[in-house]
């Protein structure tokens, strides 16, 4: 069921930046991936069979779902030419995956986004899927154009690991970034190595973590089988759409509101402060497809 509770009002409230914010908003500027007067498109899709018993991702299910939400993203009904929207034969792709151990990126949406850049004509020879060794990576070195993809979690430091801080690796001391609860991530975005190049954003819920402490937590059962991605060009409206997400899923698990700690007020800041992207939800045009059973928005 949706929460019609959960306004741009709560999500500056809970994000501790709501004096601050109420401002900016006010003055805010164009930004990278869209216009303030214009709503940003982001896509939820969910598919009910895109794991097996054990919770594996089914490759076909998984290449069918980025193909359905690309598609959507970009008004086409043709998936190869939605993708020659994204990327040129001339293009360098590097493919910004995320490895931690316990929640990475699916092996088999990387393949499926290769094949797909592949089939958009980029030699397989100037494509790269990495996490940690981007700076030393030598397509990413060279790379033209970036593709964004992790799942999502709640995360000791920043409140949220997301899209926006997937490109931690891309600094060379990832650690003085994570200042004031990773205020400042989206300073990142700014650096040659990334700016402008980013084509699309992959935010992966198949089973994400909605609860944790301590900077390495994992626990199984504060996973569920969410079985979704969010899709989109601005990587501050999809990782504003997943934190509502997991808020939500913390409200039905603990049946009370409680907010993610510390707050993930990096995604607002990208917005008001750094002007990367929307993270208001008012802007945001949530496109939903699929399976809605239990959609928590």
Not at 195 to 201: A, F, P, S, V
Request: hydrophobic share 40%.
């Amino acid at each position: 069921m949706k929460d019609r509770s959960y306004t741009r009002r709560k999500f500056l409230k809970d994000s501790a930046t709501a004096a601050a914010a109420g401002a900016l908003y006010m003055t805010m500027p164009k930004k990278v991936f869209g216009k303030t007067e214009n709503k940003t498109k982001v896509v939820l899709i969910r598919n009910k069979g895109v794991l097996d018993d054990i919770l594996r991702p089914k490759q076909e299910v998984v290449q069918q779902m980025l193909d359905e939400a690309v598609t959507a993203l970009l008004n086409e009904k043709d998936t190869a030419n939605a993708w020659k929207k994204l990327v040129k034969p001339t293009d360098t792709v590097g493919i910004k995956s995320n490895a931690w151990s316990y929640l990475p990126t699916p092996e088999e949406l990387e393949k499926a986004i290769k094949s797909r850049v592949v089939d958009a004509g980029v030699p397989k020879n100037k494509i790269s899927i990495n996490d940690r060794g981007v700076r030393s990576d030598p397509v990413f070195k060279k790379a033209t154009a970036l593709i964004n993809v992790r799942p999502i979690r709640t995360h000791n430091w920043s409140g949220v690991g997301s899209l926006i801080k997937n490109y931690i690796m891309f600094s060379r001391l990832p650690f003085t970034h994570h200042g004031d609860s990773c205020a400042d991530l989206a300073e990142i975005w700014k650096f040659p190595i990334v700016d402008g190049k980013t084509r699309l954003n992959i935010l992966v819920l198949f089973t994400p973590l909605f609860h944790g402490s301590g900077p390495h937590h994992f626990k199984p059962k504060y996973t569920w089988p969410y079985k979704g991605m969010l899709v989109g060009l601005d990587p501050v409206a999809v990782d504003s759409v997943g934190v509502r997400i997991l808020q939500a899923k913390r409200k039905e698990y603990f049946k009370e509101d409680r907010p993610i700690n510390p707050p993930p007020k990096h995604i607002l800041l990208s917005d008001t402060r750094h002007n990367l992207g929307t993270a208001d939800p008012g802007k945001i045009d949530l496109v939903k497809i699929g399976w809605k059973e239990n959609i928590l928005i």
